[in-house]
């Protein structure tokens, strides 16, 4: 009985077998016009999964004669990274290292600050891959020196050609244990395409098993046996979802927040909500409950360190006391009516008493009662500006008596 999983199996071998993605690797594909002219680079793929990064780097290695090496972040370590880096130093990698870095948003700063050094001698290729955004979870130094490709879910029509390859493949195993051979519309692979959201290893996956689930033809009724396991992933519902998330606990509703969070888990998006729920406690929470930055943070961290399926614990934890604690976007919208004049060029020029201890006339708060002495900060342009309005909770409130009393007391003074 095989063991290999056929999506392996049937892996392309040459540029002209991806399928799907024409505008890295078609006859005029980016990617494509680089290699024919001798050209590779550091390189950072992402998309959607199943859609061709890990194939692709795998034919540009056996293109490019480099000494080749794979790793997943998911299960690498810094000895990992160290140990392909030697390589580097020996005859072996006289031809230039290339590492495949796949899931690269599981590994932290350090770990991919550590390729930072050979890529810049250009003694090491990277070639890292991940299904997140990567200005979110890759280090700006590693994007500034690769450049960025991304990847789309497949078509379903995109996918007819490997689900025909994935028939052929399975009569030929059924003629030679004697079985029978099974056939398949195109209406049913379609079927299947959609049903997969364009990810080309679970279309083969689900098209398999529907394969063995039939007697001669593979029908949809064999493919909605299957259906139930297959989550897609759709863009469009991806970004539903965090919003459905953030916006109920905005409007403090535990129970819409604990949804939500059962939702994204179920379609493995760990990362997208750990960042969603650090933007929401400074958003949306902000300073009506300082602490949730912090708590949030540590929660998030303890879910990665801890991995799926534990990681609900602490992002459950999380998500609930963002919900049901005080709500202040006070702050947010300091910042965002701030952002408004930088946009507008305004406070262009600010205080010289501020700029240096070079410039003289700067009053330092703490030599003075009450720590607080009146000058002016803003730009001379701005400097009558009004961005800040404390929020109605407790601790806001609390905060601006005590402040309003402490420069009315000095602001008269001065009069």
Request: hydrophobic content about 40%; charged content about 20%; overall charge negative.
């Amino acid at each position: 009985m095989r063991t290999a999983q056929l999506a392996d199996l049937l892996r392309p071998e040459t540029l002209d077998d991806i399928v799907g993605q024409d505008h890295l690797f078609g006859k005029s594909g980016i990617i494509r016009r680089m290699l024919n002219n001798g050209r590779i680079t550091n390189m950072i793929f992402y998309g959607p999964p199943g859609t061709g990064k890990t194939t692709a780097a795998r034919i540009i290695a056996a293109a490019s004669g480099m000494t080749f090496h794979q790793l997943n972040a998911t299960s690498a370590s810094l000895q990992d990274i160290k140990s392909i880096l030697q390589d580097t130093k020996n005859v072996f990698g006289t031809q230039g290292v290339l590492l495949y870095l796949d899931e690269i948003q599981y590994f932290n700063k350090k770990q991919q600050q550590s390729l930072l050094e050979s890529m810049e001698s250009g003694e090491l290729t990277l070639i890292a891959s991940t299904t997140e955004n990567p200005h979110f979870c890759i280090h700006h130094a590693l994007i500034s020196r690769s450049s960025l490709f991304p990847f789309q879910p497949l078509k379903p029509s995109d996918m007819l050609p490997v689900l025909h390859k994935a028939l052929d493949y399975l009569n030929r195993e059924s003629d030679s244990a004697g079985m029978t051979r099974r056939t398949v519309s195109d209406d049913v692979c379609l079927k299947i395409a959609s049903v997969t959201g364009g990810d080309v290893r679970r279309s083969i996956g689900l098209f398999e098993n529907a394969y063995f689930a039939a007697d001669s033809e593979i029908t949809a009724d064999h493919v909605k046996l299957f259906e139930s396991g297959v989550h897609n992933f759709d863009p469009d519902v991806h970004y539903d979802l965090l919003s459905c998330l953030q916006k109920s606990i905005r409007g403090s509703d535990p129970d819409a927040t604990a949804f939500y969070v059962a939702r994204l888990l179920a379609m493995g998006e760990l990362l997208s909500l750990c960042r969603r729920l650090q933007v929401i406690a400074s958003e949306d929470i902000g300073l009506a409950n300082s602490q949730a930055a912090a708590i949030v943070r540590a929660c998030c961290e303890s879910a990665l360190d801890l991995g799926l399926p534990e990681a609900a614990l602490p992002l459950g934890h999380a998500a609930i006391y963002l919900a049901i604690s005080p709500k202040s976007n006070a702050a947010h919208k300091a910042v965002d009516a701030a952002a408004a004049d930088v946009a507008a060029g305004r406070g262009a020029t600010v205080p010289k008493h501020l700029q240096s201890p070079n410039f003289e006339g700067y009053l330092y708060p703490h030599d003075y009662p009450d720590h607080y002495v009146p000058q002016q900060y803003l730009p001379d342009d701005l400097k009558d500006r009004h961005y800040y309005e404390p929020g109605p909770d407790k601790y806001e409130q609390a905060c601006a008596a005590y402040w309003n009393a402490i420069k009315a007391k000095y602001l008269t003074k001065t009069r």
